[in-house]
């Protein structure tokens, strides 16, 4: 239930300092480890996600995986750190990038991190067993190029986990300014139907092997107080709240597989 990020509660002050963005004395930082280790990353999306992905996706010791809009690395590092996987990360943030890496020397983890658009991957044909890419294409304008270079660079037999979020077929103003707003989810839009990435993914050479439908009524609640907090600047009120959000979010597994539901992951493979 608090498995993502808690990876990082093993940062050294440097490394949480650049994190969280926030230069933190010796105290502050052992309370973040603290946290950290016990509830994770305070992101309630990731939180469900994560063990979801990871179980898809598998990472065995030595495979090569490629890591698809990394953000701050934490995919990327807990599968170099955990499974001994060899993790390429990828991402056009530098901010991002560089809380990454600082993370990836503090854990000494084997992860490597680049600033790449997934785009115009400079990487050979069949370079990676497996990729990972949470939340992404629904940022990228040209999504078939994207999937397109993904596939390209993907093994035949290997495993893509991709999750986008479900389409919503109308939205009102404030939405549509939502979702364009970089500052709050910076869609180009507003996501995906099943027939959609299915038939987009097929004419890459990559078939569906399995989806997961996520991202329910509760969550989604949870999720809108937390976005909340962010766009309003209130970060005490989110760490403390985070917690109970996230045990809230987590109310969705008691609800049927066919109701409400905001998100996929899915699992494709390369042919």
Do not use: W
Not at 176 to 182: I, T
Request: glycine share 8%.
């Amino acid at each position: 239930m608090f498995s993502y990020g808690t990876i990082y509660r093993k940062l050294s002050d440097p490394a949480l300092s650049l994190l969280l963005g926030k230069k933190l004395g010796e105290l502050s930082a052992s309370l973040a480890r603290f946290y950290l280790g016990l509830f994770g990353y305070p992101d309630i999306a990731g939180q469900l996600r994560y063990p979801l992905a990871i179980k898809l996706l598998n990472p065995q010791n030595r495979e090569k995986i490629l890591d698809a809009g990394c953000g701050n690395g934490i995919y990327a590092n807990s599968i170099a750190h955990l499974f001994g996987s060899e993790v390429i990360g990828v991402d056009l943030n530098e901010e991002h990038l560089n809380r990454a890496k600082a993370a990836q020397k503090s854990l000494r983890s084997s992860a490597k991190f680049k600033k790449i658009s997934l785009t115009d991957l400079a990487f050979k044909p069949a370079s990676f067993n497996k990729i990972i890419s949470m939340e992404v294409l629904e940022h990228i304008k040209d999504d078939k190029r994207a999937l397109l270079k993904l596939s390209r660079v993907l093994k035949r037999g290997g495993f893509l986990v991709l999750s986008v979020p479900k389409k919503k077929e109308k939205l009102s103003q404030k939405e549509l300014e939502e979702y364009k707003n970089p500052k709050y989810l910076g869609h180009v839009r507003s996501g995906y139907s099943e027939d959609e990435i299915r038939k987009l993914a097929k004419e890459k050479g990559l078939t569906l092997e399995k989806k997961i439908k996520y991202y329910r009524l509760f969550s989604d609640f949870a999720i809108r107080i937390q976005q909340f907090f962010d766009l309003n600047g209130t970060v005490l009120l989110n760490i403390i709240t985070y917690p109970f959000l996230n045990l809230l979010a987590h109310l969705d597994f008691f609800l049927g597989k066919k109701r409400y539901f905001k998100g996929y992951i899915f699992l494709f493979k390369k042919q």
